[in-house]
């Protein structure tokens, strides 16, 4: 099995434990910003699908700058992708991935032109991972107060092809 194969395996498989992402932009004055953000879709190359309101100041900066970064945690688990991104109009999708969760945000329903999709195709990331979660995490950190030795965490970084 490739490298590449294996990053993109790992990478699936951490996506599937978060639901929620952070996008960080680059505004014109050249600010980061950072967006909160479901995730919609997780295709098995690493891009991840979002839907946005048009008007968003994320789809401004990404419509000048598509080069993004995302973040997402939990329960001792961290991911950094970094990759470019771009607004599609496409109908047919938004309806494929509508739910009430997203009809909440977006009253109008998916015909409406105030909401797109948001894709981003992550190049880069770097993942962070203490194994058996937030007990076995408190469990490590007392353990390295107690010894003096860092504690154990899994820490890989990898590029994706573009």
Do not use: C
């Amino acid at each position: 099995m490739s490298d590449t194969v294996a990053e993109l395996e790992k990478l699936n498989e951490i996506l599937k434990k978060f639901r929620f992402a952070m996008l960080t932009t680059r505004a014109e004055e050249g600010d980061l910003h950072a967006h909160p953000l479901t995730v919609q879709e997780r295709e098995s190359d690493g891009d991840l699908w979002f839907i946005v309101g048009t008007h968003a100041s994320a789809v401004e900066h990404v419509r000048r700058d598509p080069k993004v970064g995302l973040s997402f945690s939990s329960d001792g688990l961290w991911l950094s992708l970094a990759g470019e991104a771009e607004v599609i109009d496409d109908t047919a999708m938004l309806k494929e991935l509508w739910s009430t969760s997203v009809e909440a945000w977006f009253p109008d329903g998916p015909e409406s032109p105030d909401i797109a999709l948001l894709k981003v195709s992550a190049l880069s990331g770097e993942y962070w991972g203490s194994a058996g979660g937030r007990v076995a995490t408190a469990i490590a950190l007392v353990t390295s107060k107690v010894t003096g030795e860092r504690p154990r965490a899994e820490n890989e970084k990898f590029d994706l092809p573009g």
